[in-house]
């Protein structure tokens, strides 16, 4: 699975909007991205993911760049909820499905 | 719907006990499993996954072992516990497509 960069914290005003970036420049083709967060003494939560076009739920959006090589997690209006680790991780999508290698992740604080 | 349960919530256990850990999902048929665990101030690392009854792949080599005795049952164990053995553990089920739904977790000291 491609290896992912990601800054290891952020600061964000709540009702903004939160831009979470990471970069994966050896992801192939059939690789897709997702997106989890841990909130604090807490198991991870599905956020969203994406293969090449962009991706919108009640969560999140996703923004992918066109050469694949770089991704962005924007939370429209950050609450103080949404204070937790972020992990972007790039894996194979149906084959092998599940077993997802988590890094460091961006710890994400959300101030009043 | 589906749900994951782990227990016990916490657990404080002495050196060189034994560990037994607890995941059951409900709502789904043939499930695969994971272990996470998490040790302090660290990401997350997968134990073991399982793809059906009695098939256990581990991906870190360690003094725990895994188990899955029913469809929707996976347990974690260990005959002797070390103090490196503290940590967050995690189950999880894939439902579909690489997206994980987590259990609440169980916190062990090992003492």
């Known amino acids: 699975d491609a290896k992912t960069t990601q800054p290891p914290s952020m600061d964000c005003a709540e009702g903004r909007a939160a831009n979470l970036p990471c970069n994966h420049s050896?992801?192939?083709?059939?690789?897709?991205v997702y997106w989890y967060r841990q909130i604090h003494s807490q198991g991870p939560q599905y956020i969203i993911h994406?293969?090449?076009n962009n991706e919108t739920n009640e969560m999140a959006s996703l923004i992918i760049t066109e050469d694949r090589k770089s991704s962005t997690l924007i939370l429209p209006h950050a609450t103080l909820r949404d204070t937790a680790v972020y992990y972007c991780?790039?894996?194979?999508?149906?084959?092998?499905?599940?077993?997802?290698?988590f890094g460091a992740g961006t710890q994400v604080v959300v101030t009043p | 719907s589906q749900t994951i349960h782990q227990w016990p919530a916490t657990l404080v256990q002495p050196v060189g006990s034994p560990l037994s850990l607890e995941c059951t999902v409900e709502?789904?048929?043939?499930?695969?499993l994971y272990w996470y665990r998490q040790a302090a101030g660290r990401g997350l690392q997968l134990l073991f996954y399982?793809?059906?009854?009695?098939?256990i792949s581990s991906e870190v080599p360690q003094n725990l072992s895994a188990s899955r005795p029913q469809d929707r049952q996976f347990i974690l164990s260990s005959k002797k516990l070390l103090l490196s053995d503290s940590g967050f553990y995690l189950c999880?089920?894939?439902?579909?497509?690489?997206?994980?739904?987590f259990g609440p977790g169980t916190r062990l000291t090992v003492t």
């Open positions: 999880a089920w894939a439902f579909t497509h690489g997206i994980l739904s």
């Open positions: 994406g293969l090449k």
């Open positions: 399982s793809v059906g009854i009695g098939q």
């Open positions: 050896t992801i192939s083709g059939n690789e897709y």
């Open positions: 991780i790039v894996r194979l999508g149906p084959i092998s499905w599940g077993k997802l290698q």
């Open positions: 709502g789904t048929s043939n499930p695969n």
